[in-house]
C-alpha cells in the first residue's frame, strides 16, 4: 500500500504561482510512476502530468503544457507540480497519483491522495 499526502495548495491570483507537494510514503518511491490530478467542480477527474521513476520523463496535458512542471526527489520520496501563469479555469481539487506502471491520462492509478485545493481568483 502507498499513502500519499498533498499539500501546498491554496488561493492564488490568476497569473500567479504555486507548488505542490506530494510525500509518499509505504512503497519503494523510485519504482513508482507519479504524477498529478485534477478535479473541477462539476467536472470529472482529469490527468495533468506525470513523470517517470528517474524523473528523465515528463508528459503534460495540453491545457497546462509550458505553465506547469512536475519533478520528483526520490531521495524525500516527494513529487511536486510546480503551477505559473495560473489561470481561473486551473481551479481545482488536485490529486497526487502514484502507478506501479504508470500514471496513465484516461484510467485511474493504482493509488491517489486525499487532494489539496487551489482556487484562481481573477
Known amino acids: 500500500q502507498v499513502q500519499l499526502v498533498e499539500s501546498g495548495g491554496g488561493l492564488v491570483q490568476a497569473g500567479g504561482s504555486l507548488r505542490l507537494s506530494c510525500a509518499a510514503s509505504?512503497?519503494?518511491?523510485?519504482?513508482?510512476?507519479m504524477g498529478w490530478l485534477r478535479q473541477a467542480p462539476g467536472k470529472e477527474r482529469e490527468f495533468v502530468g506525470r513523470?517517470?521513476?528517474?524523473?528523465?520523463?515528463?508528459v503534460y496535458a495540453d491545457s497546462v503544457k509550458g505553465r506547469f512542471t512536475i519533478s520528483r526527489d526520490n531521495t524525500k520520496n516527494t513529487v511536486y507540480l510546480q503551477m505559473n501563469s495560473l489561470k481561473p479555469v486551473d481551479t481545482a481539487v488536485y490529486y497526487c497519483?502514484?502507478?506501479?506502471?504508470?500514471?496513465?491520462?484516461?484510467?485511474?492509478?493504482?493509488?491517489w491522495g486525499q487532494g489539496t485545493q487551489v482556487t484562481v481568483s481573477s
Open positions: 497519483a502514484a502507478d506501479r506502471i504508470v500514471v496513465r491520462t484516461t484510467a485511474p492509478p493504482d493509488y
Open positions: 509505504g512503497r519503494t518511491f523510485s519504482s513508482l510512476s
Open positions: 513523470i517517470s521513476r528517474g524523473g528523465g520523463s515528463t
